[in-house]
């Protein structure tokens, strides 16, 4: 078995030179530097981008899910939530540390997301994008049953039928951790189109705040009810603290003005690993729903449960050096988790999820991956 040094982290040069030089630029001035303007451009170049009214900058990804589950709690209640077996952990922590119900579904093998027919199931469907695949493969009607919200933290610039994800649901969310497309190094988006939900969300993010409304006439009429409280401290709302600050907004900024290229690059990357790993005799799946997908790590999935097969892989990607999850996001299945373990489920119930646990993987998938070293990799795949 051959073996080379590919030298090949999850992750690779996410935060430029040109990153660092304009936040060390913004830093010379003596601007202001918690949440303020620059929060506020970047959320609305963001929205621009994605095609949404609003956007809320929030300090991660697990922040934006724990702000948007506090919205259904206070406005849907005792909601069934529809959430997948396979996402990352916030997804489905913020269900439970909202007094909310969440009932699990299996993956699909071929977007890594719920299958749409199950949506309506459960009065909100709270899918996730896996790795960059849409989750949606038919299509969703205008007015559903339920309320759609879209967890696209691993999905920046994916599309379905030519639309970003994250403009289907009434509430999007991103992170803009280190490892994902785009960085502010820790950070998250909320995105909606309703302003009611959009004034909700600020006030959430700082303390419940009734001055963080934008909409001055609202902000009047609500003060108006507590004449007897300072209208600087009015908390509307058991909110919290998960605000980002203008040093990240100026990351983001900086960021942003190359997300499309580099997602473009992350494309042919994706495109060329899946091309040449199905050469192979069959070993991996490679039949993935691909249209519209912008993944940021490259997917290994062995088609058959071969543990002895998942150790020679694991020892060969080790000694090449090439860094790796098993589990795909989040370690795989999350009934297996022990923060769910009072969770009756039974493995049957949840056969892909379970299979991509034991024998998923994925790998880094970023703007100067070298093509060579993709395509070394899958030669070297292709021998086993
Ligand atoms: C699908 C998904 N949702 C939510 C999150 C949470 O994002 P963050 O790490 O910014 O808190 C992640 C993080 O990787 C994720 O992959």
Request: charged share 25%.
């Amino acid at each position: 078995m051959e073996i080379k040094n590919l030298s090949w982290p999850l992750m690779s040069n996410n935060v430029t030179a040109d990153d660092r030089n304009a936040m060390i630029e913004f830093l010379k001035t003596d601007a202001f530097l918690t949440n303020g303007p620059r929060v506020r451009e970047f959320e609305e170049a963001w929205s621009k981008w994605l095609g949404v009214k609003y956007s809320v900058f929030v300090n991660s990804g697990a922040s934006a899910n724990l702000l948007t589950m506090t919205w259904v709690k206070n406005n849907i209640r005792t909601a069934r939530v529809l959430v997948p077996a396979v996402t990352w952990v916030s997804d489905i922590a913020t269900v439970l540390q909202n007094d909310l119900k969440p009932v699990f579904a299996d993956i699909s093998l071929k977007t890594l997301g719920i299958e749409e027919k199950y949506f309506p199931t459960c009065q909100v469907a709270f899918v996730t994008h896996l790795l960059g695949f849409s989750a949606f493969t038919k299509g969703i009607q205008h007015e559903v049953p339920y309320v759609l919200i879209e967890d696209c933290c691993e999905s920046h610039g994916a599309t379905f039928n030519g639309k970003k994800l994250g403009t289907f649901g009434l509430i999007s969310n991103f992170s803009f951790y280190f490892a994902h497309h785009m960085s502010t190094i820790e950070g998250g988006m909320i995105c909606t189109n309703d302003e009611e939900i959009y004034e909700e969300m600020r006030t959430l993010r700082s303390h419940g705040l009734l001055r963080e409304i934008r909409s001055q006439s609202r902000k009047d009429k609500l003060a108006t009810t507590y004449p007897h409280l300072s209208d600087q401290f009015i908390f509307l709302r058991s909110g919290y603290n998960v605000r980002n600050n203008e040093i990240g907004a100026v990351l983001g900024l900086s960021q942003l003005r190359r997300l499309d290229e580099n997602n473009e690059k992350r494309r042919q990357n994706f495109e060329i690993f899946l091309n040449e790993l199905s050469r192979d005799s069959g070993k991996f799946i490679t039949d993935f729903h691909t249209e519209g997908s912008c993944n940021y790590a490259l997917t290994l999935i062995l088609k058959e449960a071969d543990h002895a097969l998942r150790t020679k892989l694991e020892a060969f990607l080790k000694a090449c050096e090439v860094e790796f999850r098993r589990g795909l996001s989040g370690g795989g299945n999350q009934l297996r988790q022990p923060y769910l373990e009072a969770f009756k489920w039974n493995k049957d119930d949840f056969p892909n999820a379970e299979h991509v646990s034991d024998y998923g993987w994925y790998i880094g998938n970023y703007p100067d991956l070298a093509h060579d070293k993709i395509r070394d990799l899958c030669r070297l795949l292709r021998q086993f």
